[in-house]
């Protein structure tokens, strides 16, 4: 089956700092990205939408300033944590789904612990 | 907006036995696709199943198949000969024709030895 492949896996960063997650499919084109984020023993909740070579449709609540999206290409989407907090910490994990898929492909995840 | 229910948060079964988890979902679309994930330890999330809603015929995937009810909007997951491997939490998920996907809170299903 297709191959997402997300990095980095674990990431601890500085409260203030920024962090960038990295989400590439290895096998197909991906026209279409997802990016989650899981609390704890949580559901996945969609951040938000991106399309290669347009702008990323956030979903409401989520802060396209602070949550940075470029899909610059067909197999890599990036994921930008600016000016993070502790509050940030979290489990990210990306999606990949190309223009003739019905289901999407998942990254490993990240595990974002901001101190 | 579309809204995906797993009413049991968590489930046990017996090694060897049967277990149904339980999903319904809300939408007023006619065209669309559902979907039952694993997430073991790992948080790698793993497509169990899928069916597509224009088929009447429920999905069957070796010992995973799924009862879909579409006027009823539901659609469950029966595992059966549950093996200590099925542990793990389960979500069914809602992909609409927009493309985006929703997912339930989840089940968390134990597998007795």
């Known amino acids: 089956g297709a191959v997402v492949s997300q990095h980095p896996s674990r990431v601890i960063c500085k409260s203030g700092t920024s962090v960038k997650i990295e989400c590439r499919s290895l096998?197909?084109?991906?026209?279409?990205m997802f990016w989650y984020r899981q609390f704890p023993k949580k559901s996945l909740m969609l951040m938000a939408t991106?399309?290669?070579?347009?702008?990323?449709?956030?979903e409401q609540g989520v802060e396209k300033d602070k949550f940075l999206i470029n899909h610059a290409s067909l197999t890599l989407s990036t994921l930008t944590v600016t000016s993070a907090h502790p509050e940030d910490s979290s489990f990210y994990i990306c999606?990949?789904?190309?223009?003739?898929?019905?289901?999407?492909?998942f990254g490993q995840g990240t595990r974002l612990t901001v101190v | 907006a579309q809204t995906v229910t797993q009413s049991q948060p968590e489930m046990s079964v017996q090694e060897a036995e049967t277990v149904t988890l339980s999903c319904t979902y809300d939408?007023?679309?006619?065209?669309?696709?559902l979907f039952w994930y694993k997430q073991p330890p790992s948080r790698q999330m793993i497509l169990v199943i899928r069916?597509?809603?224009?088929?009447?015929q429920n999905a069957t995937e070796n010992r995973f198949s799924v009862n879909f009810q579409k006027a009823a909007k539901s659609f469950s997951l029966k595992i059966s000969d549950s093996q200590l491997g099925d542990a793990a939490m389960y979500f069914c998920?809602?992909?609409?024709?927009?493309?985006?996907?929703?997912f339930g809170a989840g089940t968390r299903l134990t597998v007795k030895p």
């Open positions: 999606s990949a789904r190309d223009h003739q898929g019905i289901y999407a492909f």
């Open positions: 096998d197909f084109q991906a026209t279409t």
């Open positions: 991106s399309n290669e070579g347009s702008k990323a449709t956030y």
């Open positions: 939408t007023s679309e006619s065209d669309y696709y």
């Open positions: 069916q597509e809603a224009y088929k009447q």
């Open positions: 998920a809602y992909r609409s024709a927009s493309n985006d996907m929703r």
